[in-house]
């Protein structure tokens, strides 16, 4: 009696430990099963086709904000008498890229009494100003694009290098403190192997497509305004273009026709 009494004392801690091991392997078992159910992501190819709807999508588009305004602070003033202010055609981040040397700038211009706009393109790197100019406005409301002419005078702007510039509703040339403003920034980078060999024999409808896969801002805008300025009867590329506008804030100009 005695030995039977032993055995079983020294058997039910036994049992207990190896039932509580077996309870506790059941949470990891249905983790494991859990894990192995999860759908995968997609692939680059994939995202980039689901991409060409043209939807507005920038996923290479930088995320962290730079210091900038698209719109003035103050909107309404002598310079600016209705509701809709100077407007610069950038991202919410106030940075835009580009594969180009010498990209193009756009702009919503309101009705007002100033007659020029001034541009300014900065190194603030190196402290010194790379381009400005004055730009004659002829009064109407609309979008006004400003290319960065290519000549000897204007470096090209630098890879990677992110350049910062102003753009001044100019009310009073005696008295420039009651300019109205616009400021952002735009940076060049090189466009990759994947990049050009999707823009080979391709049309320029299509480039605007491919642009806006990569994330190029000032590149998608400049195709599809020159692609508008050569068919302007194509309803489609002006939903392209209100599609484009809206996608980063700027519904109240997404209308507005070029000048």
Request: glycine share 4%; aromatic share 8%.
């Amino acid at each position: 009696m005695t030995k039977k009494k032993t055995l079983k004392t020294v058997g039910k801690p036994y049992l207990t430990s190896l039932l509580s091991l077996l309870l506790c392997s059941l949470p990891m078992q249905a983790l494991g099963q859990q894990v192995n159910l999860t759908v995968p992501e997609l692939s680059r190819s994939t995202n980039l086709e689901a991409a060409s709807t043209l939807q507005a999508q920038l996923p290479d588009l930088p995320k962290r904000p730079r210091s900038g305004r698209r719109k003035p602070a103050s909107a309404r003033g002598p310079c600016s008498p209705s509701e809709k202010s100077i407007t610069a055609l950038i991202p919410t981040t106030n940075l835009g890229l580009t594969t180009r040397a010498y990209p193009t700038f756009f702009f919503y211009i309101p009705p007002t009494p100033a007659t020029e706009m001034e541009f300014v393109l900065i190194d603030e790197e190196n402290q010194r100003q790379i381009y400005t100019t004055i730009l004659k406005i002829a009064g109407n409301s609309g979008i006004v694009s400003l290319n960065l002419p290519a000549t000897e005078n204007v470096p090209p702007l630098e890879m990677e290098k992110e350049y910062h510039w102003y753009a001044s509703l100019i009310c009073n040339h005696q008295q420039r403190s009651g300019d109205i403003y616009v400021d952002g920034w735009v940076q060049r980078v090189a466009p990759d192997s994947l990049l050009m060999g999707k823009l080979e024999n391709t049309s320029l409808t299509e480039q605007i497509t491919i642009y806006q896969e990569f994330g190029l801002w000032y590149d998608t805008l400049q195709a599809l305004d020159e692609a508008r300025r050569l068919y302007p009867d194509d309803s489609a590329l002006v939903a392209k273009w209100t599609t484009l506008l809206k996608s980063v804030g700027l519904e109240d100009i997404a209308y507005e026709p070029p000048v």
